[in-house]
């Protein structure tokens, strides 16, 4: 890494994986959907979730979120490992949230991802999501409004 062109795709590559958390969070689907290539893949295998392409990307990202009372990811980066035009790399992830069915989730994953440099930028070829922990206890704490946050 001593040459400025590997040093930028990796701040590049950076910046892609900090925006897929965000874009989840903030519920922009849409922008969601331009972070992947057009044949892009995001795959959860422990939950039965395969969105292939982006034309899958904004309705599937829809349907898991709408799932959900609360939802926040948190995304740590890991190693990137350069080759051309196309990179490989992993994102540490912890995320916890209740789904509307009153489930609560919290867990400490794994994104084994596939970069592929655009015209765009670099993009996600795809995203796969490993889970190593799961615990599904009732979380403690909930949204402000059901705590009773009382910032006065």
């Known amino acids: 890494m001593n040459d400025f062109r590997s040093l930028a795709d990796r701040v590049e590559i ?3 994986r900090a925006a897929f958390p965000d874009a989840v969070m903030m519920r922009d689907f849409a922008r969601l959907a331009t972070l992947f290539t057009d ?3 995001l795959c959860i295998p422990d939950a039965n979730i395969e969105l292939s392409g982006r ?8 349907r898991m979120q709408d ?8 995304s740590h980066p890991g190693p990137i490992d350069l080759d051309g035009d196309t990179a490989t ?3 540490h ?10 489930a609560c989730h919290l867990n ?6 596939r970069y592929r440099r ?3 930028g670099w993009r996600f070829s795809e995203r796969r999501y490993e889970i190593r922990y799961l615990d599904n206890s009732p979380l403690p704490g909930g949204p402000l409004a059901e705590v009773g946050f009382d910032a006065r």
């Open 14 to 16: 950076d910046a892609l």
């Open 39 to 41: 044949d892009g893949v």
């Open 55 to 62: 034309a899958e990307f904004e309705p599937g990202m829809r």
């Open 67 to 74: 799932a959900w009372d609360y939802f926040v990811q948190h």
């Open 89 to 91: 790399g992993r994102a």
């Open 93 to 102: 992830i912890c995320e916890f949230g209740r789904l509307r069915t009153g």
């Open 108 to 113: 400490y994953a794994i994104y084994h991802d």
């Open 118 to 120: 655009t015209a765009a």
